[in-house]
């Protein structure tokens, strides 16, 4: 069994470092990719850690972060809904459900939804406003499979449906995520490691009525003539991350989780992660995590900060947790959300 481990682990490290010079860090493509809906975080847990959390986050909450560890749940089925106010009045909603089958695995279905509220139609003639309103549609639908190779080491991916729609014009495409998790590294309990690739796939476009625009040419002879703007194609915000984690109980009452991550971003600068947990009785969490960017020239070009949040857990023939998550942010008000989770 050590054997076998030992050789998947070296599988997993080559290919990182080949995935690693892929990426080869933003640089003068930051800022670049679209379907930035794929990096806004779902579950109020996971956000507290600030993301660090990769190598051991579990359940259904593990579906944004790494979905290896939907694998491990104390409970067949689970459902959870996050609502989080985002920068410039966003609003994001999330809702997800889980269940295992002895002998398959655990699947899972999510949806993510964007809420930008009306927004006023402007046009060349009318730059304040035609009177009319308009509201986009940002909507990503997630499949999710996980499964333990063996009492250590579980693996996961998402198959994620991107839709944009803005009026009548539209992009659709798919993105996946592969995660593994690997618990009691060289033998030590509660050692915990998770490498996950995110949001790899085809690149996307825009296309439409809307983008058909009248030719102007006062020397035309033939009447009114029409053309199609083609749009330029755009790649997803593609991500690798690794992460260490060490759990520990004291006296059973009190349980402490520390998580270290590495997200190499490649359209955007690399992350180091710290966070943090303590739990009491495993019914009350109290969690904060903190990201640094040495990439960046300066502090504005880190929108988010410190992140902070709290938990409560009881089991009353169904499991119950509520959730909730601070993150600071910079030029616009603090991010706030709320999490529910049932368990049966």
Do not use: C
Request: net charge negative; no cysteine; proline share 3%.
């Amino acid at each position: 069994m050590f054997n076998n481990f030992t050789k998947i682990l070296k599988m997993s490290l080559l290919s990182l470092f080949v995935v690693v010079e892929i990426f080869a860090g933003g640089g003068r493509r930051n800022g670049t990719a679209g379907a930035q809906e794929l990096l806004i975080p779902v579950g109020a847990r996971g956000l507290a850690f600030n993301g660090a959390y990769i190598a051991g986050l579990e359940g259904i909450e593990a579906i944004y972060y790494n979905p290896a560890g939907v694998g491990f749940s104390k409970m067949g089925t689970e459902a959870m809904f996050s609502h989080m106010t985002y920068i410039a009045d966003i609003g994001v909603s999330f809702a997800a459900v889980t269940s295992n089958f002895e002998g398959f695995g655990t699947l899972g279905f999510s949806v993510k939804t964007l809420e930008f509220g009306d927004i006023p139609v402007t046009t060349e003639e009318s730059p304040y406003g035609t009177g009319s309103t308009f509201s986009p549609t940002f909507v990503t639908l997630g499949l999710t499979y996980a499964n333990s190779l063996t009492d250590r080491i579980r693996v996961g991916v998402n198959v994620n449906v991107v839709t944009e729609k803005i009026v009548r014009t539209s992009a659709t495409g798919i993105s996946f995520d592969v995660g593994v998790q690997y618990n009691s590294i060289a033998e030590v309990e509660g050692l915990k490691m998770g490498v996950v690739l995110k949001n790899f796939g085809p690149q996307m476009k825009f296309d439409g009525p809307d983008l058909v625009r009248k030719a102007i040419d006062p020397n035309s002879v033939r009447g009114e003539q029409f053309y199609m703007i083609d749009a330029a194609s755009f790649e997803l915000p593609s991500q690798l991350e690794l992460g260490l984690a060490y759990e520990k109980r004291f006296a059973q009452d009190y349980k402490l989780i520390f998580a270290t991550s590495f997200q190499n971003n490649n359209f955007a600068n690399d992350e180091y992660k710290l966070a943090g947990e303590f739990a009491f009785q495993d019914m009350f969490f109290l969690r904060g995590g903190y990201s640094y960017a040495p990439e960046a020239s300066n502090d504005e070009e880190t929108i988010f900060g410190p992140t902070f949040g709290a938990g409560f857990n009881v089991n009353a023939g169904i499991d119950i947790t509520v959730d909730y998550a601070y993150r600071w942010a910079r030029y616009f008000d603090a991010n706030h959300m709320f999490a529910f989770k049932l368990g049966f």
